[in-house]
């Protein structure tokens, strides 16, 4: 069993920065798949990055402004998040992948933090 617990979230002005965190716990996960998905309200859970064995990946909505990394232990996931936008207002999920599929699918992630909320005030 994996526990993730994401941190860092909350109310942020346009153009403003936040970096979330998402501790890992439980079974090792240092060469997992780990990755951060968001939800907006009325919409569906979308992918925004994913670090796989130190390669990144991130949707086009994002790419450029937020950075994904994992702390040396591999055991902290990062998401730093520059230039934020009002679009950007969601709350943030990490996810950790234990056999991989499609990765910027959810349904390729075994295991789930419970959700940090963004919002991004005008």
């Known amino acids: 069993q994996v526990h993730l617990v994401e941190s860092g979230g909350g109310l942020v002005q346009v153009g403003g920065s936040l970096r979330l965190s998402c501790a890992a716990s439980?079974?090792?996960?240092?060469?997992?798949?780990m990755g951060w998905f968001r939800q907006a309200p009325g919409k569906d859970r979308e992918f925004v990055s994913y670090?796989?064995?130190?390669?990144?990946t991130y949707a086009a909505s994002v790419q450029g402004r937020f950075t994904i990394s994992k702390d040396n232990a591999k055991t902290t996931l990062y998401l730093q998040m520059n230039s934020l936008k009002p679009e950007d207002t969601a709350v943030y999920y990490c996810?950790?992948?234990?056999?991989?599929?499609?990765?910027?699918?959810?349904?390729?992630?075994?295991?789930w933090g419970q959700g940090t909320q963004v919002t991004v005030s005008l």
């Open positions: 996810a950790a992948a234990e056999t991989g599929g499609v990765l910027s699918w959810d349904n390729a992630y075994n295991y």
């Open positions: 439980g079974r090792t996960v240092s060469t997992w798949v």
């Open positions: 670090i796989n064995r130190g390669t990144t």
